[in-house]
Structure formats: C-alpha cells, structure tokens
C-alpha cells in the first residue's frame, strides 16, 4: 500500500517492503536494530513508512552478503557509499580483502578435500580386505592413535 508522504516521495509499510524486497517482515526489523537501515518514519497511525531508497539498501545488503560479507562488513561498506569522493578506492580494498580471504578458504577446503578422499580410500581397502570378515576402521583407528599419542 503505497502512500505519498510530503507528497513527493513515495512511501510503503514494512508489508509492502518484505514484498519488494523478499525478506520477512522480521529480517527487516533485525536490520533496523543493527542500524543497517535507517528508523523509518512513522504514519500518524505509528506505522513505519519506508522509501524506494530502503529497497535499494535491502537489496545491496543481500547481494552483498551473498557475496560472503558479513553484517559487520557491510555496514562499513554502507557508510563508505555516502562518501562518493573516497567510495570507489574504499570499496576496492574491502573487495580485496574479501577475495584474500577467499583464497585462503579455498586453501583450506582444499585440503579437507585432500583429507577426506585419502580417509575415503582408507575405507574402501579396508572393505575390500574385509570379505565377510569383522574388521576396525582405518579412519577411526587412525583418530584414535592420533588423539592418544
């Protein structure tokens, strides 16, 4: 239900804005209280009224952390966009920084990868020896000689 406030900028209630926006009513209040977007005004009615603007800033938090950053990071980037002057070179390091710590991630995943397929091939002999036969598993024996040692 779109209203027209100071009758030029449009404005809408938090229902029309999870609409717009595919979040829950909920998600946009968390957001209000981690003050990633602005207290809305109210109606006289005490209702919140909410404008194009909030869509956008909704839409860029979303994106932005299915880009992988978190709340904390994009409030910084947020309060970086009102500084146009300063705002490509600001975003430009945070991007930077967001890739470094992707390439250690996937370091990292590569070797749980390189971890889990050899534990896998463990198994596999294991159950190749075994034919019928009861017998301990390589993976579990192994941690319990690690942990122990």
Do not use: W
């Not at 968390?30 to 005490?46: A, D, H, K, V, W």
């Not at 980037?77 to 975003?91: F, I, L, N, Q, W």
């Amino acid at each position: 239900m779109a209203r027209i406030q100071n009758s030029v900028r449009p404005t809408f209630q938090i229902g029309e804005l999870a609409k717009r926006t595919a979040l829950s009513i909920d998600a946009i209040r968390f957001y209000e209280r981690r003050n990633l977007l602005p207290t809305p005004s109210r109606s006289t009615g005490r209702f919140r009224l909410y404008t194009p603007e909030a869509i956008e800033r909704l839409r860029f938090m979303r994106r932005m952390q299915g880009l992988g950053f978190s709340l904390q990071e994009i409030k910084e980037v947020m309060g970086v966009r009102a500084d146009r002057a300063h705002a490509c070179s600001a975003v430009r390091q945070f991007l930077k920084t967001k890739l470094a710590d992707v390439a250690v991630r996937i370091q990292e995943l590569q070797q749980l990868e390189t971890e889990l397929k050899a534990d896998l091939r463990k198994c596999n002999r294991a159950l190749q020896q075994q034919r019928g036969k009861t017998c301990a598993c390589p993976v579990l024996e192994g941690e319990e000689r690690t942990k122990y040692t």
